[in-house]
Every structure is written in C-alpha cells, then in structure tokens.
C-alpha cells in the first residue's frame, strides 16, 4: 500500500482537484475530521456526524444557517436550525404528492404527512384500520383531542363513552356535550336580537329559539304562517306568532282532538274576560258532616249513620249544597220554627248590602215521617258565620211539628262564601 503524508493538497487556480476515479474508494483515517471552508461541509469521525454550515454538528446531519441558542432533544438524527425563520421545504412537481412518512420494521409506512397538489390537500393519517389521530398539549402524555379510527372526534375523552366530561362529534354528524356540574353549552348572539338557534328538517324551518330586547328568550315551535310560540315575559309566559310578534287571544291550548290531561293552578282562571269578575280562582267536591243541628227554642237532632253526611261543589265564590240526612235520635225536646244548622264547610260572605241574610237559598223537604213528604224552604245565616236555616212551608210555620225519629231532609241549595 502507497502512503503519501502532505499537510495540504491545493489545486492549481482555476482548476478542479479531484481524489480518485470512478468506482475507487476514498478511505479517510478514523479519529480524522474533515472541512470544507470554515462551515460549508465538516465531517466529524469522532462522533460519525455531518455538519453543513457548521463545524460542530450536534447531531447525524446537522443544518445550520446560524445559531437558534437552541440544543436538539434528545435521539435527535437531523437537527436543522438558523438565527432566524426556518423552513424545511419538500417539494415534487405539478400534480404530484410530496410525502412525509412513519414505518416501523412490521409497518414501512404507519403513518403519513401528504401534500397533493392535484386536490391542494394536506392529509394526516395512519395506514392501519385501527390508526387515530392524537392531539396533546402540557406534555405528550395529556391527550386534549383525538380522531378515531371510525372519523368520530373527541375532545377531552378518548372513546365513545357519553357518561363522562367532554365533547363527542360522530362521524354521522351527531353530537354530544357532557359537562360535570357546568353549563353544558353557550349560544351567543352579538348586537342585535333574532335567532339564536334554528332547527331544520331536510333544509325546512321546524323551530327557533331567540331572543328579545336583549334580556328574555322565547321559542318558536310553528314558524309557519298562522304559526305560533312562546315569549318569556316579566312574571308571565306570552303568546307570540311565527314572526316572533306578541299576539292577544289568538292561540288555544290544545284542541278538540288533542287536548292537556290536567292543568294545576295555584292562582285563578279568567275565563271570557281579564277582569276581577272574570277570575275563577276555586273549584272543589267534597262531603262534611250535617253536625248536630238543634231546635230554635230547643232540642238537638243526631243523624243516622249513613245519613249524616252532605256533599258540596264550590265554584269560585259560590259553594252548592246537596245530600239527604235522617234524623236517628233527638235529645231533649225538639221545639221551635225552624232547625239550625252550623257545619257549612266554608264561612258565609259579609257582603256590604246586607244580602247575606233570610230569602230562600235552595230547595228542601222532608221524607219519612207520618206527615209525607213536606215542602220546605232554607236559609243561611249571617255574614261569617257557617250557619244555614230550614223553615216548613206551611200557614204556622211549625216545622218542629212531625219531625221525629226517621224523618229525613232532602237539600238543594247554593250560598256565596268569604
């Protein structure tokens, strides 16, 4: 083997050096660093790296138009840095892809960077069925987004689980927001009232829900014309059309074919009018007890068992009065003109002309005993109290008269309560 030792080997100006031939090997001595220029090409043997435009490469291939202050991360092969911007360009020619790609000895290509400049498209992906798309932020190990395998994306979950925080867009354009103990979402509208949201069905209105003078929301559920909705209102709900306009006595609730079970109010209804005339705030059915009426001059009646309770219906102000009772036992002397009752279920009304006292309220008669059947007449008792009157219809007025053990009352009357 030849060996020539020289400290330099200059070519002649204007020419070109070159170290060997076609299909020769050059061999450079190992622990031996080459540089070409100060930066253009160095070659460190020592640490088998390649430097271009630096002469301390810190990595395989080093790329260097400055210094960035910055150290490559560990295993790092090719390091590329500069004192400014830097790119790193891949380029093929029309109508080409330029392609980054990611393999693995059992996967030469499991995952893909491509540019087609046909379509002017950038696609991200893996080439195995099973491949996602994963988005980490504070660290690799805090996954913030992915795409599955099947298109769907999440956003702070990583599988299809609709139990647990975070966001799911499927692939077939439902989505899920599940939020713990928050707001699971916020529809903002800026400057001007209108839609907030609108609800289609194959590119057709069906609904709305907006917003008006900038501090109540309402819903539109018919935004056809003659359609209609809801408008919340400072202590009401409001009727308005499908322009969102408020309207008056125009909508009904429910129908002749399709009406609402059960309405419960803790206030009144005003039925054909919105004056204080027109508010029915009561409606109930009930029985109570007949009590133990007495004689006006004496004696006190016990009703038979079974007889001894009426019933009543009270409709708003006015309470109607029905039942039979028969009398099962009189303790004393049953005397007087007429019989006094006081178990009305509610108090009589102290109206301001006096009305409330004497006329005939209803209808009565008695059954039962030797006189037949007697026609009679009741009354109430004043304003505030629970007391009503029964009188016999005859020229004395002695209703005591035959009204024994057995006899019975039949009632039919109305009052106006408190």
């Not at 009189?330 to 109206?351: D, E, V």
């Not at 002309?353 to 008695?366: I, L, M, R």
Request: proline share 2%.
């Amino acid at each position: 083997m030849s060996q020539l030792e020289v400290d330099k080997i200059i070519p002649q100006s204007g020419t070109t050096l070159t170290i060997g031939d076609s299909g020769d090997t050059v061999n450079f001595a190992d622990g031996t660093s080459i540089g070409i220029d100060t930066n253009t090409l160095y070659i460190d043997s020592t640490n088998n790296r390649v430097g271009i435009g630096t002469s301390s490469p810190s990595t395989k291939l080093h790329l260097a138009s400055g210094s960035s202050g910055a150290s490559p991360a560990t295993g790092t092969h090719f390091f590329l840095e500069s004192s400014g911007d830097t790119q790193l360009c891949i380029s093929s020619p029309n109508a080409n892809t330029s392609n980054i790609r990611f393999g693995s000895p059992s996967d030469a290509s499991g995952a893909i960077i491509s540019y087609d400049d046909t379509n002017n498209t950038l696609s991200l992906g893996g080439s195995s069925t099973n491949a996602f798309l994963r988005f980490v932020t504070g660290g690799a190990s805090v996954e913030r987004m992915r795409i599955d395998s099947s298109g769907n994306l999440l956003v702070g979950k990583s599988s299809l689980d609709y139990t647990t925080a975070g966001t799911i867009i499927r692939s077939d354009g439902a989505l899920f927001s599940t939020t713990n103990g928050a707001n699971t979402a916020v529809f903002e509208r800026l400057t001007s009232d209108g839609d907030i949201i609108r609800f289609e069905k194959d590119n057709t209105t069906v609904g709305k829900i907006f917003s008006r003078s900038g501090v109540v929301s309402g819903i539109i559920l018919d935004p056809r014309a003659g359609g209609n909705g809801l408008l919340g209102q400072t202590g009401s709900i409001i009727p308005v059309d499908e322009t969102q306009t408020r309207e008056d006595n125009a909508t009904d609730l429910g129908n002749s074919t399709y009406r609402w079970k059960d309405l419960y109010l803790g206030g009144g209804l005003y039925v054909g009018g919105t004056g204080t005339a027109n508010k029915l705030d009561d409606y109930e059915e009930g029985t109570f007890s007949a009590g133990n009426p007495t004689g006006s001059t004496g004696g006190t009646i016990t009703f038979s068992s079974g007889f001894d309770t009426l019933s009543y219906i009270k409709i708003g102000s006015w309470c109607y009065v029905m039942g039979n009772v028969q009398i099962g036992s009189i303790s004393g002397t049953l005397s007087g003109n007429y019989i006094t009752f006081n178990s009305l279920p509610f108090t009589i009304a102290s109206l301001t002309d006096g009305s409330e006292n004497g006329g005939n309220a209803g209808t009565v008669d008695s059954f039962g005993n030797s006189n037949g059947t007697v026609p009679m007449a009741v009354s109430w008792g004043g304003g505030g109290t629970n007391n009503f009157y029964v009188y016999r219809y005859t020229s004395d007025g002695n209703l005591i008269t035959g009204a024994t053990v057995g006899t019975g009352f039949r009632f039919a009357f109305g009052y106006r309560t408190a």
